[in-house]
């Protein structure tokens, strides 16, 4: 049986890989998570692993053979909060122990598929995977280019050392605005449809943030890529061990947060059996309301981001991306029926 390691496993991400690995029958998953917050333990309620190992203790037994032969490790776990200031704990978590851990599976015949983010671009406004083209703008985003260079250092700028064989396979994902089910224990880092959903149940209106860095209100644009897309394209990489590199995955369309709102308005008007409205009638009718942008963010915020695919199209990668009223339309319904 394929043995697999998941980092994260009880966040966003990495329980939603499990769902997806467990809809192929994979059972055999060691799920590595820091339970202090216990709630996340519902991401990992109905999903099927073989066992559950606190993340203090799980690198230095992996490094040393503890699990076995181990087939792959989707390593999701991370500090992911942006606005974090710790810049000592962010890079002893998203740098430090990645490293080891890499060179922990380089070790033990482990293929290693990881969290990058779209946050290495930062103040750029052109989205492919290179150097030139990468300027965070916060700790959060550094520590992850650390690493992306680091993978560069070892396995080759083009990962040639991997093509060749002399290293197992290496992926990283530059995520960029991934929203959708398992993502409810993320407070202020949760996607923006989570938040509105629930803004509109209390308050029957969704918020936005106002006019900022030359858009108009709710015009910023983020290319939001639904948990399942996300999930299909770490799996596509699973099945393909020959492929290696940094790979952005997004959904390669960048679409204003305008959309986002009114797909959530829309959606929950849907569920109530009332018809659609156009963005015009949603806000002549006070269903949005635009608050002014905080002080907090100015300078540290990407106003536009799309994903240039070209990289992974190249791999035979063609997963087909849904759009952002697709996505959040069955966002919508999920989080309702739980609800329910």
């Keep these: 049986m394929t043995r697999i390691v998941v980092t994260g496993a009880a966040g966003f991400i990495g329980s939603n890989i499990i769902a997806g690995l467990n809809a192929r029958g994979l059972t055999d998953i060691i799920a590595v998570d820091d339970l202090k917050q216990g709630d996340k333990f519902r991401n990992l309620a109905d999903l099927q692993i073989a066992d559950y190992v606190d993340a203090d203790s799980f690198y230095d037994d992996f490094a040393s053979g503890h699990y076995g032969q181990v087939e792959a490790v989707f390593h999701e776990g991370a500090c992911s909060d942006t606005m974090e200031q710790d810049g000592k704990y962010m890079m002893a978590n998203n740098y430090t122990l990645s490293w080891h851990l890499f060179q922990a599976c380089q070790k033990r015949g482990a293929r290693l598929l990881y969290a990058s983010s779209a946050a290495t671009y930062g103040g750029s406004d052109t989205f492919r995977e290179e150097p030139a083209f990468e300027a965070p703008l916060n700790v959060y985003g550094y520590s992850k280019l650390l690493f992306d260079q680091r993978m560069r250092r070892e396995c080759g700028n083009d990962f040639q050392r991997t093509k ?3 290293t197992h396979q290496v992926v990283g994902f530059r995520y960029f605005n991934v929203y959708g089910p398992r993502e409810q224990h993320k407070g202020r880092m949760a996607s923006v449809a989570f938040h509105q959903y629930h803004q509109f149940n209390a308050e029957g209106k969704v918020k936005l943030f106002g006019e900022y860095g030359g858009y108009p209100q709710g015009g910023q644009m983020r290319d939001f890529v639904f948990i399942d897309d996300v999930v299909a394209v770490n799996l596509w990489f699973f099945d393909h061990p020959t492929q290696s590199g940094i790979f952005n995955l997004g959904s390669g369309r ?10 959530v308005v829309n959606a929950m008007r849907g569920l109530r059996g009332e018809g659609a409205l156009p963005l015009a009638d949603i806000a002549a009718q006070g269903l949005v309301e635009y608050i002014p942008f905080p002080d907090a963010l100015r300078g540290k915020y990407q106003c536009y ?15 087909a991306f849904v759009d952002v009223q697709t996505g959040v339309g069955k966002y919508v319904q999920w989080l309702a029926s739980r609800k329910a």
């Design 254 to 263: 960048a679409q204003p947060f305008n959309d986002v709102a009114s797909s």
């Design 164 to 166: 060749a064989g002399k």
């Design 305 to 319: 981001t799309q994903a240039d695919l070209t990289a992974l199209r190249a791999t035979g990668c063609d997963h």
